[in-house]
């Protein structure tokens, strides 16, 4: 009788120790959000997708004097590859030894008949006057999206005779390229009225500039045919629509500095769209505008709804500087993404990518941004990281 007691405490110990109301293991689901910023820190962030797979590659990351990239299969979760440029390949240019630590800056990266080919503008060792601002764009080429990248020649891909940053390239429906870049402030003051304006308040001497410039490009990445086309600048009369926003940078008191850079162009329904960002790279204002246009080299005309991201902070949010971007599509391509750097309160200085959703339709880009709560994530994700 003891035994049989005996055995049947033991047999209801061993259930109620097993018992689910008992478990302390925590039940996990699968995430159906994300939130803004992610994890990567980047500046200047491009999203290249090739064979199911997304590639980002940025300004800094972790690099040293070259470029690292990240890869995604949702967009959301990023994984570093490690660094995929080095200053020193073989072919190298560039003056690692300059300002900036050689200034390696904003590289895209483009998949063309099996190749890969990223463009970046870095500071020329070519520099006979001494510039601090001497940069150019380069291309150099690998066989994967990660790398290594090794320069197509021992020389920027083209000289215009001043610095220039920034590089994007469009590819047209007829066969065509186009190569897009900023050149810089450096060095290149600007008469307007915000320049006058800023004279008679005593804020600055003169206020520098850089505009937008596209040029065909050469199939194989070699160099140019013809010369520059001016494409965007800053408004000159205060009365424009866009002077406000894009002068911010000066009326702020921030910088003798107006910028129009980190262009990405692309076609839909026959319109050309060249997006940029305005304002001073490292202030609260950096902010992003849009122009149309029915051929790759313009004219354009600015978005109406201008800027279409910008920081929010005065309205209760915690972004800002929210400025040089991308442009990609969701796994099953149905979503427009909007990839941009952007500064977090709680980041401070440093550099963090968000993505947010846009739209354009009848010749309007809106973008549902910058956010920082949770959003759905991208249409054809299939899984999330597990949530606890």
Not at 171 to 193: I, M, Q, W
Not at 231 to 237: A, F, M, N, T
Not at 288 to 298: D, E, K, M, Q
Not at 319 to 348: L, Q, W
Request: charged share 20%; with cysteine.
């Amino acid at each position: 009788m003891k035994k049989s007691l005996l055995l049947f405490c033991l047999f209801t110990s061993l259930v109620i120790s097993h018992s689910p109301a008992q478990t302390t293991q925590p039940i996990t689901r699968a995430k159906t959000t994300y939130s803004n910023p992610l994890q990567v820190q980047f500046g200047d962030p491009y999203v290249l997708y090739t064979q199911g797979t997304y590639y980002m590659y940025g300004t800094g990351g972790g690099a040293h004097r070259g470029f690292a990239a990240y890869s995604s299969k949702d967009l959301v979760n990023w994984q570093p590859e490690g660094q995929v440029y080095f200053h020193n390949n073989r072919n190298a240019w560039s003056d690692s030894t300059a300002s900036w630590g050689g200034a390696y800056w904003a590289p895209e990266v483009y998949e063309v008949n099996g190749k890969f080919y990223m463009v970046y503008s870095a500071q020329w060792r070519v520099n006979p006057t001494h510039e601090v601002e001497n940069f150019r764009i380069g291309v150099a080429v690998a066989d994967k999206p990660t790398g290594p990248f090794i320069d197509l020649a021992n020389k920027p891909i083209f000289d215009p005779g001043y610095p220039i940053i920034d590089a994007n390239v469009f590819f047209d429906t007829n066969g065509k390229a186009y190569l897009y870049f900023s050149r810089c402030c450096y060095k290149h003051p600007v008469e307007s009225e915000v320049a006058d304006l800023a004279r008679q308040k005593g804020w600055f001497k003169e206020i520098e500039e850089s505009w937008v410039y596209g040029i065909e490009l050469k199939p194989d990445f070699s160099g140019v045919i013809g010369e520059p086309v001016l494409l965007l600048r800053p408004p000159v009369s205060l009365s424009d629509k866009q002077a406000a926003w894009e002068s911010r940078s000066v009326t702020a008191r921030e910088v003798n500095r107006r910028w129009t850079e980190g262009s990405v162009t692309f076609k839909k329904d026959d319109m050309y769209y060249i997006m940029y960002s305005a304002n001073h790279f490292g202030g609260q204002y950096y902010a992003i505008g849009y122009a149309t246009s029915g051929s790759p080299l313009g004219p354009y005309t600015k978005g109406a709804n201008n800027p279409i991201l910008q920081k929010n902070t005065d309205q209760g949010g915690a972004i800002t500087g929210t400025g040089h971007n991308s442009v990609t599509y969701s796994p099953d391509g149905k979503e427009m993404f909007c990839v941009y750097h952007a500064r977090i309160a709680k980041t401070g200085d440093e550099r963090v990518v968000c993505i947010d959703r846009m739209t354009v339709k009848n010749g309007k880009i809106t973008i549902d941004g910058p956010t920082t709560t949770p959003q759905k994530l991208p249409s054809g994700v299939t899984t999330g990281l597990p949530e606890k």
